[in-house]
C-alpha cells in the first residue's frame, strides 16, 4: 500500500468536460465532420442520442446534498433498546454531527428521540430536508410524503424487493415508478449504512471513492484507511431501484478530491449508463477499477439472487469494461491494491520496469512473473552495468534484474545503487521485492528505498513478504512513506503496475468513441429497413442484399429457379462456380449436402441444380431458388457477426471462420459505439491473430478491409436497432493485402 500523504503526490489532471455534437455524413463508416465541442454544463449540445436513439452523453447526478446534507430526516427512528432501529438511528446521529447536518426524528409513536424533539409525521418537519433515512419495512407510501415535502433524497434499507423473485421484483418495479412521479433522488432498497460510516479526515492527497452493491464486500476498501490510504465516499447502491453504480461513477469522475474508484458490482442495472459513465471517468483521466461479479454461471445465478439485476454474458462486460478503460480483477486484495496505486502514483515517466533483490532467486522469480504478465524489463545498459558494479561484485548478474547479493545494501553502497538504477532513462517503475526481514539487510534497505523515492519522479514499489506485518520496516518504514507503494504478494503488486501502466497508455491516447457515433440514419439503413421481415430469418440471398446495402462485398451471383437458368448464371459469373440452395429456414446448409462447389461446366451445374431441389423437396425446406455463386478459393476464413446483449443492446462479434468458429471459438467482442482503434485492437485478442499476418508462406491478409467490414456491420447494427437479432457473415474470406474482403454466406434473423 501508498502510505499516507501529505501533499507530495500529485493528482490527476482534470480537464474540462467536453460536449461533443454533429452528424454522420450520409457515406461516412467511421469518421465524422468535425464535431463541435463545447466544455459548458449539462445540456449544452443540442445533437445528444445516436441513430438508435440511445443518449451519448452521461448526466451527472447533483449529489453533494446527498453526501454532504444540512438537513436530515430520520423516518422511523427510535431509541428503544433491543430494536433495530435504535442502532441505526444513533450511528446516523453521529454522522449528521460529523458532517454538520441537522437531525430530525420522525416517528408517530414518540414525542423525543435520544433527547431530541421527534416529528409525528413527514408533513411535521421544521424546515425542508436534503436527505430522508427510512427505517420502515414499506417505503412505497412514505415516497409520497417525501415528495410533497420536496425532499431532494431518501435511502431504503429495506430488503424483501428484486433479491428475493418475481414478487419483490414486482414491488420493486412499484417502488421505482413512485420515485419517478416524486422527483427525488433514492439509494436502496436492500441497501445498508455504509454512506454513513466514519471517514478519516486527518489523510491528505487524492482519495479511493467507493461504489458497492454488498456492503461487506467494501470492507477491505475501506480499511485502508488504517494503512494511510484516503477514501472520500462510499455508495452502497444495494438493488439500485433508482440511483445506480453509473450515478455514483459519473458523479465520483468528477470530484477533485477523487484519484481512483473502486468498485464491487454484482450486476449493471443498465448497459449503457455504466458505458456513459465510464466515458466520462476516461475523458476526465480517473482509473475505475472493478470487481465484476459472474465470470461463472454460478456466479450468475448467486449475483442474481443477491441483487435481482441482470449479470449480462461475461464476455460483452469484459469487452465494454476494457473499451472504456475500466481495470477488472479478481479480487478484493487485488481491487484494494490497484486502486490505492492508481489513486496516488504519477504518472509514470517510462514503462521500463527494473526488478532489484538482495537475492538473485527472488529477482528471477518476480522477474518471470512480471514478464508473463506483460510488463517490460528493459536489460541495461553495459554504461550502467559497469557503475553498478562499483558496489556489486562482478560475478553478480546485474542487466534487469538486478541482484546485489545482501552485504551492499547494509551500507552506503545501496543508496548509491538505487539512485544509479533510477536514473536510467529506460527505468520508470523500480520493484523490489522483500520475501522476508532479514533486520541487518531488511531494515536498512526499506530505509533507502523511500529515501530514494522521495528524490525522484518514479514509482518506488516493494513487496513486503513477511506473513507477520508487524515488522517496524513495514509498519513505519514503508507504510509511513509519502512515495513508496508497499504490497505483500508479488501478484498484487504485477497486477496494480500492469494496471497503472495500462490506464495512463489508455487515457493519454483517449478518444471518446461517443464522439463520432453516427446521429442520423445513412441512405444504407433506408435500402435495409426495406429488407427487413419482422420474426423471420432471411435467406441467404436476401441477407447479402443486407450486406451490400452497407457496402460489404459479397461475391458475383445470381439466383435462379432453373437448371437452364443455373446454366446461363454460371456463364456470367465464371467458372469456377458455388451453387447454394436458399431459403429463409436454411442456417447449415453444408450439413444437409446443399452446397456444391468448384463447378467447372454446364452439365455439372445442370446436375447440380436438380440435386440441391431435390434434397429440399424431401427435407421438406422451402427455397426462394439456387444460388450460383462465384468461387473465392483464397483467403483467410473470418467470422464477423452481430447479437443483442440483454444488458448492452448491439453487440459486434469478430473471429476465425469456418468451422474454426465452433471448434476454437477464438472471438473478441466489440460494444457499439466503437472506433477503427478498437477494431484493430478486437483482431489482436485473437489467438489466431497470427493468420491474418500470413503464415507457412501465405501472403498477409487486408486486414485493412476486414477492420471496414466491422465498422459496416457495426454501424448496421446501430442503425437497424431492434430490427436485426442476429448477423453471422461467416465465412468472411479476407484476401491478400490490398484485394478486400468477401461475405461467402449471411444468416440475418428479425425479431
Not at 501533499?7 to 454522420?24: D, I, K, N, W
Not at 465532420?33 to 447526478?61: F, I, K, N, T, Y
Not at 520493484?431 to 522521495?454: N, R, Y
Not at 490490398?738 to 425479431?751: F, H, I, N, R, Y
Amino acid at each position: 500500500m501508498l502510505g499516507s500523504t501529505h501533499g507530495t503526490l500529485t493528482t490527476h489532471s482534470r480537464p474540462a468536460r467536453v460536449v461533443a455534437c454533429g452528424e454522420q455524413p450520409p457515406h461516412t463508416v467511421h469518421g465524422m465532420s468535425e464535431p463541435h465541442r463545447d466544455g459548458g454544463g449539462q445540456g449544452a449540445c443540442p445533437v445528444d442520442r445516436d441513430v438508435s436513439g440511445r443518449p451519448l452523453h452521461a448526466p451527472v447526478p447533483d449529489l453533494d446534498r446527498f453526501f454532504r446534507p444540512e438537513s436530515v430526516a430520520v423516518i422511523g427512528a427510535s431509541d428503544r433498546e433491543g430494536r433495530p432501529n435504535t442502532g441505526i438511528t444513533r450511528q446516523l446521529i453521529a454522522w449528521a454531527e460529523r458532517v454538520g447536518a441537522r437531525l430530525h426524528p420522525v416517528n408517530p409513536g414518540r414525542t423525543e428521540v435520544f433527547g431530541q424533539p421527534c416529528h409525528a409525521g413527514v408533513a411535521d418537519l421544521p424546515e425542508p430536508v436534503d436527505l430522508a433515512v427510512l427505517l420502515v419495512g414499506d417505503p412505497l407510501p412514505v415516497i409520497e410524503q417525501l415528495a410533497e415535502a420536496k425532499v431532494k433524497f431518501a435511502v431504503a434499507f429495506a430488503s424483501g424487493f428484486a433479491e428475493t423473485g418475481e414478487r419483490g421484483a414486482a414491488a420493486q418495479a412499484r417502488l421505482a415508478e413512485a420515485v419517478t412521479r416524486s422527483g427525488l433522488r433514492l439509494l436502496g432498497p436492500n441497501t445498508n449504512l455504509n454512506a454513513f460510516e466514519k471517514f478519516r479526515t486527518d489523510l491528505d492527497g487524492p482519495a479511493i471513492a467507493l461504489i458497492t452493491q454488498s456492503g461487506h464486500q467494501g470492507r477491505p476498501v475501506f480499511s485502508l484507511q488504517e494503512l494511510g490510504i484516503r477514501l472520500s465516499h462510499w455508495a452502497p447502491t444495494g438493488n439500485e431501484a433508482d440511483l445506480e453504480t453509473a450515478d455514483f461513477l459519473s458523479y465520483f469522475a468528477t470530484r477533485p478530491e477523487v484519484g481512483a474508484i473502486a468498485a464491487y458490482v454484482e450486476g449493471l442495472k443498465d448497459g449503457r449508463s455504466f458505458l456513459l459513465a465510464a466515458d466520462r471517468a476516461a475523458r476526465n483521466k480517473v482509473p475505475v477499477v472493478a470487481v465484476k461479479v459472474g465470470r461463472t454461471e454460478t456466479g450468475a445465478r448467486t449475483a442474481a439472487s443477491h441483487t435481482g439485476k441482470l449479470t449480462g454474458a461475461d464476455e460483452v462486460v469484459d469487452a465494454a469494461m476494457r473499451q472504456f478503460g475500466v481495470i477488472r480483477v479478481d479480487g478484493l486484495d487485488e481491487l484494494q491494491d490497484t486502486a490505492a496505486l492508481l489513486a496516488r502514483a504519477r504518472k509514470p515517466t517510462a514503462e521500463g520496469v527494473a526488478v532489484y533483490s538482495i537475492s538473485g532467486g527472488t529477482g528471477a522469480h518476480f522477474a518471470d512473473l512480471a514478464t508473463a504478465a506483460g510488463l517490460r524489463l528493459p536489460t541495461l545498459g553495459a554504461a550502467k552495468q559497469a557503475e553498478l558494479h562499483q558496489w556489486i561484485p562482478d560475478y553478480l548478474h546485474v542487466a534487469n534484474p538486478v541482484d546485489n547479493g545482501g552485504h551492499p545494501v547494509g551500507d552506503w553502497r545501496g543508496r548509491k545503487i538505487l539512485d544509479t538504477i533510477l536514473a536510467d532513462p529506460s527505468i520508470g517503475i523500480l520493484i523490489c521485492p522483500i520475501t522476508g526481514p532479514f533486520p541487518p539487510m531488511s531494515d536498512k534497505l526499506a530505509q533507502d528505498l523511500v529515501d530514494a523515492a522521495e528524490q525522484t519522479d518514479k514509482l518506488v514499489c516493494v513487496v513486503w513478504g513477511s506473513p507477520v506485518g508487524t515488522e517496524d520496516a513495514y509498519r513505519r518504514t514503508l507504510l509511513g512513506s509519502t512515495r513508496v507503494a508497499t504490497f505483500r504478494t508479488f501478484a498484487n503488486c504485477i497486477t496494480a503496475v500492469r494496471a497503472y501502466l495500462d490506464h495512463h497508455r489508455f487515457v493519454d491516447g483517449y478518444r471518446s468513441p461517443f464522439d463520432d457515433a453516427p446521429r442520423v440514419l445513412s441512405p444504407s439503413a433506408r435500402k435495409a429497413h426495406a429488407l427487413m421481415r419482422p420474426g423471420q430469418q432471411l435467406s441467404e440471398h436476401a441477407a447479402k442484399q443486407l450486406l451490400r446495402a452497407y457496402g460489404i462485398r459479397v461475391p458475383r451471383e445470381q439466383l435462379v429457379t432453373s437448371a437452364a437458368a443455373a446454366v446461363r448464371a454460371a456463364s456470367l459469373v465464371g467458372y469456377p462456380v458455388v451453387m447454394k440452395a436458399s431459403g429463409p429456414q436454411l442456417a447449415h446448409k453444408t450439413e444437409l449436402g446443399l452446397v456444391k462447389v468448384h463447378l467447372t461446366s454446364a452439365s455439372q451445374v445442370r446436375d447440380a441444380y436438380r440435386e440441391l431441389t431435390d434434397i429440399a423437396r424431401y427435407e421438406d425446406i422451402p427455397l426462394d431458388g439456387v444460388l450460383v455463386c462465384q468461387m473465392i478459393e483464397r483467403g483467410v476464413e473470418m467470422v464477423v457477426g452481430v447479437t443483442r446483449d440483454s444488458l448492452f443492446g448491439p453487440t459486434v462479434t469478430v473471429g476465425l471462420g469456418g468451422v474454426l468458429v465452433e471448434v476454437l471459438q477464438d472471438v473478441a467482442v466489440g460494444v457499439p459505439p466503437f472506433g477503427e482503434d478498437q477494431a484493430r485492437a478486437m483482431l489482436d485478442e485473437l489467438r489466431g491473430r497470427a493468420l491474418l499476418d500470413g503464415v507457412r508462406g501465405a501472403p498477409p491478409a487486408d486486414i485493412d478491409a476486414l477492420v471496414e467490414v466491422i465498422l459496416r456491420v457495426q454501424r448496421m447494427a446501430l442503425e437497424l436497432g431492434d430490427e436485426l437479432a442476429e448477423l453471422d457473415i461467416n465465412p468472411l474470406v479476407v484476401l491478400p493485402r490490398g484485394q478486400g474482403a468477401v461475405a461467402l454466406d449471411a444468416l440475418a434473423v428479425c425479431p
